[in-house]
Structures are given as C-alpha cells and as structure tokens.
T-cell receptor, first 112, second 113 residues
C-alpha cells in the first residue's frame, strides 16, 4: 500500500473548522483514502473514506484533489472532544490482505 | 461503541507468563485483524483471518505469538513466555470482507513487569 505524509501536530480553536492535510503522492488507482482517529487510550475510530469524489458524513468532510495525490479532512466545528490523533491511510479496495498502515498521524489539539 | 469487543481491557503480568486475549468481532464480519500499538506509535498489523483461516502474519508476530479463530467468530491471541517488550496495546478490528472498512475494538493494554 502507498504511504502517507501528515503534519506531526496541529492546533485548532474550538468552534472553528479543523483542516487536516495528507499527502499520498504514490497512491494507486485501486486505493481508497481512509481517515481514522484515536482518542487517548481508545481504539481507532473510523471517520470517513473516499476514492476520488469528495465525501461528507455526520462527522467530517473529505476533500480529495483531482490527481488524488493529497486530501484534506475537515471537521467543520471542532469541539474539545475532537482532540485526538488523526490517521490518514490509503488502502486497496481489492480483496487482498488490506492491512492498514497507520504511520504516526497528526495530533490535533482543540483549544478552548 | 463499534460492536467489536475485547477482553480483558487491561492485563498486568510478570515476565515469562503466558497471556491470552479475546476479540469478538461485529456479527457476520468475515475478516478479523490483530494489531499492536506501542507508546507514541500508530497501530501495526500482526495478522488477519478470513473466517477461520489465518491468511497472513506479519514479521512482528514472533513464534511466541499464536492466534486462532476456531469457528470463524471470536478470536484469541496468545503470547507465551511474555517479555517486557511485549508491553503494548493489542487491538482487534473486523470488516465484512476484504477491501471493506475495518472497525476497531477498544483494545487490550498489556503491561509485562
């Protein structure tokens, strides 16, 4: 699977939008972009995923560039409970092993 | 709550002891994955099952580690002769099939003294 590059840490003011970038320049045509987050001492929580179109759900929006080499996760109104480590992962949608490679993620701190 | 449960949530053991962890996946999920996470790092893949068949093992899974999923439902991960380096969070995830979204349990935190 292709690897991703994320900033180590980011801050965001409570109530503002949090925009978390991710580079995945070696992504293959059969790979989704997944986002998970991990709040301290808990298991990773699935947020959203997409292939090439932008996606939105109740938690977040995912914007994928046209060349698919980068993406941005948007939390529209960050709250203190959104403080977590956010992982951007690319994973094939084919029926192979599909182990997720997490990397070290972006530590987002939401500031009151 | 994703529907994936793990037991126990915490385990403290002495070096050299054997420990066993259990994972109950989301009902009807065919795939079950085990990951390990050490402090400050992201989760790392250990092994996965398609129904009862163990299809892949990471090189991280030494011969002291064994995993089973005997009836294609719950899974166990056993560590024999634990070492201090085994201290970590052990995470289980499940998915409907290959290429599908993985949902994680809360993890089992192991401390080897």
């Amino acid at each position: 699977d292709a690897k991703t590059t994320q900033p180590t840490s980011m801050d965001c003011a409570e109530g503002r939008a949090a925009n978390l970038p991710c580079n995945h320049s070696t992504i293959s045509g059969n790979e989704y972009v997944y986002w998970y987050r991990q709040i301290h001492s808990q298991g990773p929580q699935y947020i959203i995923h997409g292939l090439k179109n932008n996606e939105t759900n109740e938690m977040a929006s995912l914007i994928i560039t046209e060349d698919r080499k980068s993406s941005t996760l948007i939390l529209p109104h960050a709250t203190l409970r959104d403080t977590a480590v956010y992982y951007c992962i690319v994973s094939s949608y084919e029926t192979g092993a599909n182990n997720l490679f997490f990397g070290t993620g972006t530590r987002l701190t939401v500031i009151p | 709550d994703t529907g994936v449960s793990q037991d126990p949530r915490h385990k403290i053991t002495k070096r050299g002891q054997n420990v066993t962890f259990r994972c109950d996946p989301i009902s009807e999920h065919n795939r079950l994955y085990w990951y390990r996470q050490t402090l400050g790092q992201g989760p790392e893949f250990l092994t996965y099952f398609q129904n009862e068949a163990q299809l892949e093992k990471s090189r991280l899974l030494s011969d002291r580690f064994s995993a089973e999923r005997p009836k294609g439902s719950f899974s166990t991960l056993e560590i024999q002769r634990t070492e201090q380096g085994d201290s970590a969070m052990y995470l289980c995830a499940s998915s409907r099939g290959g290429g599908e979204t993985q949902y994680f349990g809360p993890g089992t935190r192991l401390l080897v003294l």
